[in-house]
Every structure is written in structure tokens, then in C-alpha cells.
């Protein structure tokens, strides 16, 4: 069903254009306007100050339902906001319906500080598996996209993650500490080491991106919310790169993961970082 959405029996990928498209749309009606303009009122601690919520994310996951449950008819959303306010559509992931998994506004503290450092993440999922996503920095100006089995881009263009130089220490992106248990802790210290530099993430999107142009060696996360992490996954991934949990197995979306994970530039560089996990856990 997702294979004929997204091409069709002749190859067609205008319904790709039409994701992107609506990812646009709902930036340009939603979140940028009120970029730099936000109201006290406009701005919800859900969980604690690192953890915020504004009327952007809301009103864009709002627009991203309707458009996207209406470019391919029987799919489901989950999104961020949506199971904030019923946790048990998270459950969708596992089932067989296709599944828009949606953050309208990765990186809110950047947002609400009017920092540019915040994206929109779509991706399309069935049975644990993703199939198309996009990345979108409306502050910046980029479009990243990539398709199972055929690439990713940004803003058209291909784009790889090559490989770290010879004996170079990795940059890595690593959790707040907000979002770890002592045990995750624990195994992030273990990537303070001389060849490994470890600093905090920003938007998980864009540290995500940034691993998929070659601009930042790895990330290693402690929380594992498909929101944040099914776009960056499959965008590393088709542009060379690699993944794997803390036991060795791939990231699944539905949850139950053994973390920190880790996303990287290529296999060997996933080794490193995972090496150093274990070896501080």
C-alpha cells in the first residue's frame, strides 16, 4: 500500500512532492508566523521546563493530520502532541495501518527562544518499518528527504555521510541530561574518552541531519519517542550511515529498545560509540 502511495505503478513520485508540500504548508501557516512572536500564553510546560509545548506544535500537528490522513486515505498519525493527550495512540505503530509519525516543532526551546535550530519531522511507517521521511528547517531554509532504498536529499540535492578522518576525535551528540536514567548516564560518560568529543544535542532532527550531510560524526539518545527519531533514522541511513542500540540490534520505533542508541557516519564509527557505552555502563 505504501509502495504504490509513494510511487505508484509507473514510478510516479508526485505523491512525495505532495508530502512535501504539506509539510511546507503547515510551517508556513503555523509555525512560522509565530516564530519570534510567541505569547506567554502560547507556551505550556508539559513535563518540566525542558520539555514545552506551544501553540505552533499543536496547531501545525493539527494541520498535518488533516493533510496527511487525506493524501493517503485509511492511514493513521501519531504524533507528539496527540499522544501527549492519549498516550494509547502511541500504539498504532504496531499496528497494520500505514502511520504519519509527526514532531511539528523538533527543538521548542530553540523555537520559543526565536533561535533557528528547530525542524518539522514527518515519516511514514507500517509494520515497524520506515518507509519515506522529511526533514524540514523552515528558519533555514531546508528540505531533507529520503525514501527506503533510494537515497536521501537536501533541499534536491544527494547527499552521503562519508566517513570521519583517519584519527580524528568524534563529535558526538548526546541527550540532555534531563532525559536519562543513572545507568544511561553512566554509559554516556563513557564517551568522554581522547578520541571521542561528546556535547549536548539540539533538535534531535537536525543533529540527525547533520550526521546525514557529514557534519557531525554520531548522536547517542537515551529516549527512543518514534516522534523524534523515525525521520533522522532512515535519513542517516540512506545516506550511508548506520544505527544500533546499546545490545547490538537496530532501533525499533515501537519501543522496547536497550539504550543509549547510537546513529553514526558509518558502521565503524557506530562501533566506536558503542564500544564506549558499554564501556561506560
Known sequence: ?????????????????????AVRAAAAA???PRHRQLATHDIIEKNGPHDLVTT??????????????KLLPGSVVVGEESVHA????????????????????DGTRQFV??????????????????????????????????????????????????SPAPGAALTVATSHPDYTTDAQKRALLGLNTDDIAPRPCGSAGLEYLAVARGALDAVAFSWEYAWDHAAGLLLVAE????????????????GGNDLPFTAARDEATVLRVLTALRAGG
Open 56 to 69: 505552533a506544535d499543536r496547531l501545525a500537528e493539527e494541520h498535518l493530520t488533516a493533510s496527511l490522513t
Open 113 to 162: 527562544r526565536g533561535e533557528a535550530g528547530f525542524c518539522t519531522l514527518v515519516a511514514l511507517a507500517q509494520h515497524g518499518e520506515i518507509h519515506a521521511s522529511w526533514t524540514y528547517a523552515p528558519a533555514l531554509g531546508e528540505m531533507a528527504v529520503a525514501v527506503r532504498g533510494r537515497g536521501a536529499t537536501l533541499n534536491g540535492a544527494p547527499i552521503r555521510c562519508g
Open 239 to 254: 545516506a550511508g550511515g548506520a544505527h544500533t542500540t546499546l545490545s547490538g540490534v537496530p532501533f525499533r520505533i515501537a
Open 1 to 21: 500500500m505504501i509502495d504504490d502511495f509513494l510511487y505508484g505503478t509507473a514510478g510516479d513520485t508526485g505523491p512525495l512532492a505532495d508530502v512535501e508540500a
Open 86 to 105: 492519549d498516550p494509547s495512540v502511541y500504539d498504532a505503530l504496531g499496528g497494520d495501518a500505514p502511520v504519519w509519525i509527526v514532531d511539528p516543532v
Open 30 to 32: 503555523e509555525i512560522m
